[in-house]
C-alpha cells in the first residue's frame, strides 16, 4: 500500500513562512499600514533614546532602572531579530555596521550591572536611527530633495558625538576630577571643549585627559566644518542615471557627471 506524499509545508513552517512574508511587508512595505507600523517602531527607538540620555540619573532609581532597562533590552532584541529575519541573506545584514552598534548597545542592557561605564555607547542608538534607510524610508520619504537627509545625517553625528564624549566623560572621571560631579558638569565640559571655547574650569587630569581634549577639538571642528558645508553647498537631487546608476546630481544638471550621459530630470519649480 502506498503513502501519501509528506507534505512539503507542515503546518508549523507555513506558518513561520506567513509570519516572515508579514514581517517583511511591515519593514519594507510601502502600503499606509506599513509605514504606520514602521512610525510606531520610530517613536519607541525615540523615547528609549530618551531613556539612555537620562539614564545616569535614573540609575539612582535601583530596581526599578534595571527592570526598565531589561523590558528595553527585550524590545531591541525583538526588533533585531525581526529585521534579521526580513533579510534573504544573513550575511549581507551582518555586514551592516549600525547591526553591529545595535548588537553593542542590546550588551550593555542585558548585562547593566557590568557594562554600564560603557553605557555611553547607548547614545549611538541616535546615529543608526536617523542615518538609517528605515527611517528615511518612513519618515523621509516625502524628501525628494536631499539636502534634508544630508543636514540630518550630519547633524546626528554630531549630536550622538556630543553625547558619547560626554557619557565617556561622565563614567571615566567622575569623582576622580574635583569639576566633574554629575552628568550635567561633563556635557558642560564636552560642549566647551568641542567649540574650542576653552574656560579652563575644567581640565581633564593627566596625559589620557589631554589626548581625550584634543581628539575632542578636532572631531568637533571637524563635524562643525561638515554641517556647514551641507547647510551652504548646493543642494542635490535624487534622479538615478540609467547608463551609470549615479544616484544624486545637481538639480539643474543636464548630463551625468560620471558618465555624460543627458539627463532629464524634472522641473517642480516649472
Not at 540619573?57 to 525583538?78: K, T
Not at 549615479?246 to 532629464?264: E, I, R
Request: hydrophobic share 50%.
Amino acid at each position: 500500500m502506498s503513502r501519501p506524499p509528506p507534505d512539503a509545508n507542515p503546518p508549523d513552517k507555513a506558518e513561520g513562512l506567513r509570519l516572515r512574508a508579514r514581517l517583511r511587508y511591515l519593514y519594507h512595505g510601502s502600503s499606509p499600514e506599513a509605514v504606520r507600523f514602521r512610525l510606531a517602531v520610530i517613536v519607541i527607538d525615540v523615547a528609549i533614546i530618551g531613556f539612555f540620555l537620562a539614564a545616569p540619573i535614573l540609575r539612582e532609581a535601583g530596581w526599578a532602572f534595571y527592570a526598565l532597562d531589561y523590558v528595553i533590552a527585550a524590545i531591541l532584541a525583538a526588533d533585531l531579530f525581526a529585521r534579521a529575519w526580513t533579510y534573504s541573506d544573513l550575511k549581507d545584514w551582518l555586514k551592516q555596521p549600525v547591526v553591529w552598534v545595535d548588537m553593542v548597545v542590546l550588551a550593555t542592557l542585558l548585562f547593566p550591572a557590568w557594562l554600564f561605564n560603557f553605557g555611553f555607547l547607548r547614545m549611538l542608538r541616535l546615529w543608526t536611527l536617523l542615518t538609517s534607510d528605515f527611517f528615511w524610508r518612513t519618515v523621509g520619504r516625502r524628501y525628494d530633495d536631499t539636502r534634508v537627509e544630508e543636514v540630518v545625517r550630519t547633524l546626528a553625528a554630531l549630536v550622538t558625538f556630543v553625547f558619547v564624549v560626554t557619557g565617556f566623560v561622565y563614567a571615566t572621571f567622575r569623582g576622580r576630577h574635583d569639576g566633574i560631579h554629575g552628568y550635567l558638569d561633563a556635557l558642560y565640559f564636552t560642549v566647551a571643549t568641542l567649540t574650542t571655547t576653552g574656560f579652563g574650569d575644567i581640565v581633564l587630569p593627566g596625559a589620557w585627559g589631554r589626548l581625550l581634549s584634543i581628539t575632542v577639538m578636532l572631531v568637533g571642528i571637524t563635524l562643525f566644518i561638515r554641517l556647514a558645508q551641507t547647510l551652504i553647498r548646493p543642494g542635490k537631487v535624487n534622479y538615478p542615471c540609467d547608463r551609470c546608476g549615479l544616484q544624486k546630481h545637481d538639480p539643474d544638471a543636464v548630463h551625468c557627471k560620471a558618465c555624460g550621459n543627458l539627463l532629464c530630470i524634472p522641473d517642480d519649480g516649472a
